[in-house]
């Protein structure tokens, strides 16, 4: 009888949990940019990284919690910095379809741009990726780690998109070389 008990327990609260998730991916993912299913996120690295630091922190924490001020401070900044990464890494994505891409960001409200919004790219070199920083009409700045998952689609959906919201063909495109990470026009060209 026990065991019936457990198995309805855990069954309503896997329910409960998947039509908390269904609702706020409704309430907050309803845009047609959600609902394409394409999307650029972060490496997976960040919130392994995030959990593993939050985990020790918390350990840390507890450890700490008999007689070593060092271990509980110690194990504080480690919880908290495991709890960033894990918050950076579920806030941050890019959304898009043929038209437009949505940026959501922590702390930032989500914004929408068409791809015609793009002024011009930047590259710079980082230890073991390229970051790809695309400058917006609004000045605001979109920055692409190649480590990203399917930044690289995005950016040839991307140029696409924007050749045609700007009536050009790649030919017209002298800049354009994915092979070299350039899909837009640089500083220079502004």
């Known amino acids: 009888m026990e065991w019936i008990l457990v198995l309805l327990v855990a069954a309503g609260s896997f329910g409960l949990c998947y039509l908390l998730d269904k609702g706020f991916t409704r309430i907050f993912r309803g845009t047609a940019q959600h609902r394409s299913g394409r999307s650029v996120r972060l490496s997976k690295r960040y919130g392994a990284a995030g959990i593993v630091l939050a985990v020790v922190g918390i350990a840390a924490i507890f450890t700490g919690l008999g007689d070593s001020r060092v271990l509980l401070c110690g194990g504080i900044v480690v919880a908290v910095l495991g709890v960033a990464l894990i918050v950076y890494y579920m806030t941050f994505g890019i959304f898009y379809d043929e038209d437009s891409f949505l940026l959501t960001t922590f702390g930032r409200r989500s914004t929408l741009y068409r791809y015609q919004d793009i002024r011009c790219q930047q590259l710079y070199a980082t230890y073991g990726s390229t970051v790809i920083e695309l400058v917006m009409a609004d000045g605001r700045t979109v920055q692409l780690q190649s480590t990203m998952a ?36 640089g500083p220079e060209a502004q």
């Open 150 to 185: 399917d930044a690289y689609p995005f950016l040839d959906t991307a140029f696409a998109g924007w050749c045609r919201q700007k009536g050009l063909t790649e030919q017209d495109c002298p800049f354009h070389d994915p092979d070299n990470s350039c899909w837009f026009p």
